[in-house]
């Protein structure tokens, strides 16, 4: 009996020294030098691929040279299709008890995953003045109050990018883009062309009405004096006059000006039509801005967006995520990979490559980047639009809102609805939506 509880004590002992009986505990090795076990921390890395370009050699050869200055950590990116796509894979993971450790989402999911339960609040994984090196228009969607949910990384504006050799040809300055709705509108007509049997050549302007229409009008609601939603994600404001006077202008360039396509116009058509020469001009993501560069055969201009009363454009794209319910050591990896991809010489690296908008003041203190924008002034459009920039919309239930504004905003574009009609129509509908939130 004796002899049998010493061989117990010691087995105690033994399991107690290896962590047989342990949880997950939080690894104290800051250079992230892998699991209790030894053994490497692989993390799941959820990334969609919405834009065209190389993204998912980028983001392979990012996460190889992440591994390289951190042999116990392993990144294994998980490419989920469209942003859509890869939120809807990330949901049903997260439902199923088995979520990604970290993933870029759009930043207007913010409330759709509080409201899951499934994100980690980074407040305290960061200091302020790392936060504080971000533009501030890209703050706004990573917050809830003071709560840091998120950070920026693969962000956007929307643009104007014109064909500087149509401008000439059409006797117009191609130094100069329109600065606001009426020179927009002239310089459209001008730029129209019908062949000899009247049907429209080349088309003067091109904004998407697929997909991200709620986007645009955005866009032109900003320009015509305010947001459309609260920023606490609980009220939107779809049928103010400045939404109305928005889409009416939006509805008039196809319908009465007859300077765009009349009816659906596909998001990720416009960008092949603009570099074939079926549009002269074109409002788009600034995440296009290296697909044009690299496909165009002609001398094209980026602009900001025409003003109305004033210049604006939301704030687009995706941001990075850490996942609530995986292991505390697998959080710090997160959190350590994170830190990499944001260094001031990667986010440089990265607008060079994709064309998106450097996220932080420092990456435009590099070399490279500094470089770059003296050599392709385009380059420094989206960044400097940043002042006049705000929010993009995000509520909660996101998804579902967005698609009715979408759905009734597409309606007026198709002649179905007055601008009145369809957005009185979804303030109902988001307001029914909203009410459970208040």
Same mark, same amino acid.
């Given at each position: 009996?004796?002899k049998?509880?010493?061989?117990?004590?010691a087995?105690?002992?033994?399991l107690?020294?290896?962590?047989?009986?342990?949880?997950?505990?939080?690894?104290?090795?800051?250079?992230?030098?892998?699991?209790?076990n030894?053994?490497?921390v692989?993390?799941?890395?959820?990334?969609?691929?919405?834009?065209?370009?190389p993204?998912t050699k980028?983001?392979?050869g990012l996460?190889q040279?992440?591994?390289?200055?951190?042999?116990n950590i392993?990144?294994?990116p998980v490419?989920?299709g469209?942003?859509q796509?890869t939120?809807?894979?990330v949901?049903?993971a997260?439902?199923?008890?088995n979520? &990604?450790?970290m993933?870029v989402?759009?930043?207007t999911?913010?409330?759709t995953?509080?409201?899951m339960?499934?994100?980690?609040?980074?407040?305290?994984?960061?200091?302020?003045?790392y936060f504080?090196?971000f533009?501030?228009? +890209?703050l706004?969607?990573?917050?809830?109050?003071?709560?840091? @949910?998120?950070?920026p990384?693969?962000?956007s504006t929307?643009?104007?990018?014109?064909n500087?050799?149509?401008f000439?040809?059409?006797?117009?300055?191609?130094?100069k883009?329109?600065?606001?709705?009426?020179?927009?509108?002239?310089?459209?007509?001008k730029?129209?062309?019908?062949?000899?049997?009247?049907?429209?050549s080349q088309?003067?302007v091109?904004?998407?009405?697929?997909?991200y229409?709620? @986007?645009m009008?955005?866009a032109?609601?900003?320009?015509?004096?305010?947001?459309?939603?609260?920023?606490?994600?609980?009220q939107?404001?779809?049928?103010k006059?400045?939404v109305e006077?928005?889409?009416?202008?939006?509805?008039?360039?196809g319908?009465?000006d007859?300077v765009? &396509?009349?009816?659906?116009?596909?998001?990720?058509?416009? &960008?092949?039509?603009?570099?074939s020469?079926?549009t002269?001009m074109?409002?788009?993501t600034?995440?296009?801005l290296?697909?044009?560069?690299?496909?165009?055969?002609?001398?094209?201009?980026?602009? +900001?967006?025409?003003a109305?009363?004033q210049?604006?454009?939301?704030?687009?794209?995706?941001?990075?995520?850490?996942?609530?319910?995986?292991?505390?050591?697998?959080?710090?990896?997160?959190?350590k990979?994170?830190e990499?991809?944001?260094k001031?010489e990667?986010v440089?690296q990265w607008?060079?490559?994709?064309?998106?908008?450097?996220?932080?003041?420092?990456?435009?203190?590099t070399?490279?980047?500094?470089k770059?924008?003296?050599?392709f &002034?385009q380059?420094?459009?989206?960044?400097?639009q940043l002042?006049y920039?705000?929010?993009?919309l995000?509520?909660?239930?996101?998804?579902?809102?967005t698609k009715l504004?979408?759905d009734?905003?597409?309606?007026?574009l198709?002649g179905?609805?007055?601008?009145?009609?369809?957005?009185?129509?979804?303030?109902?509908?988001?307001?029914?939506?909203?009410?459970? +939130?208040?």
């Amino acid at each position: 009996m004796k002899k049998l509880m010493v061989l117990m004590i010691a087995l105690a002992m033994l399991l107690s020294a290896c962590g047989g009986g342990g949880g997950n505990t939080a690894s104290t090795d800051n250079k992230g030098s892998g699991g209790d076990n030894g053994k490497p921390v692989e993390l799941q890395f959820y990334f969609p691929v919405a834009v065209g370009g190389p993204i998912t050699k980028i983001i392979d050869g990012l996460a190889q040279d992440f591994e390289k200055e951190n042999p116990n950590i392993k990144i294994k990116p998980v490419y989920g299709g469209s942003y859509q796509d890869t939120m809807t894979k990330v949901a049903t993971a997260v439902q199923g008890n088995n979520s &990604p450790d970290m993933a870029v989402l759009l930043s207007t999911d913010l409330y759709t995953l509080l409201s899951m339960k499934a994100i980690e609040d980074l407040t305290p994984r960061f200091s302020k003045d790392y936060f504080g090196n971000f533009y501030e228009a +890209f703050l706004g969607n990573t917050k809830s109050g003071d709560t840091v @949910w998120s950070v920026p990384f693969q962000r956007s504006t929307i643009v104007l990018y014109y064909n500087k050799d149509m401008f000439k040809e059409a006797g117009l300055d191609p130094e100069k883009a329109p600065k606001n709705w009426n020179e927009l509108r002239e310089a459209a007509a001008k730029l129209t062309k019908t062949d000899a049997s009247g049907k429209v050549s080349q088309w003067g302007v091109e904004i998407p009405s697929t997909g991200y229409q709620y @986007w645009m009008l955005q866009a032109l609601s900003l320009q015509s004096g305010d947001n459309i939603m609260s920023s606490d994600g609980k009220q939107v404001f779809f049928n103010k006059p400045h939404v109305e006077e928005a889409l009416q202008f939006y509805m008039d360039l196809g319908q009465k000006d007859k300077v765009m &396509p009349n009816g659906a116009i596909e998001w990720a058509t416009v &960008p092949s039509d603009f570099i074939s020469g079926k549009t002269a001009m074109m409002f788009h993501t600034t995440g296009n801005l290296t697909k044009v560069k690299t496909d165009a055969k002609f001398n094209f201009g980026v602009a +900001f967006l025409p003003a109305n009363k004033q210049f604006g454009s939301p704030t687009g794209g995706g941001n990075l995520y850490v996942f609530k319910n995986i292991p505390e050591e697998r959080k710090k990896a997160a959190v350590k990979f994170i830190e990499f991809l944001t260094k001031p010489e990667r986010v440089a690296q990265w607008s060079i490559d994709t064309g998106y908008v450097g996220t932080t003041k420092a990456a435009y203190e590099t070399d490279q980047l500094k470089k770059y924008i003296e050599s392709f &002034p385009q380059a420094k459009v989206a960044r400097d639009q940043l002042e006049y920039a705000d929010s993009e919309l995000s509520t909660y239930q996101n998804g579902q809102i967005t698609k009715l504004f979408n759905d009734n905003i597409q309606a007026a574009l198709l002649g179905k609805m007055t601008a009145k009609e369809a957005l009185q129509k979804s303030q109902e509908a988001a307001d029914g939506i909203l009410k459970n +939130f208040k």
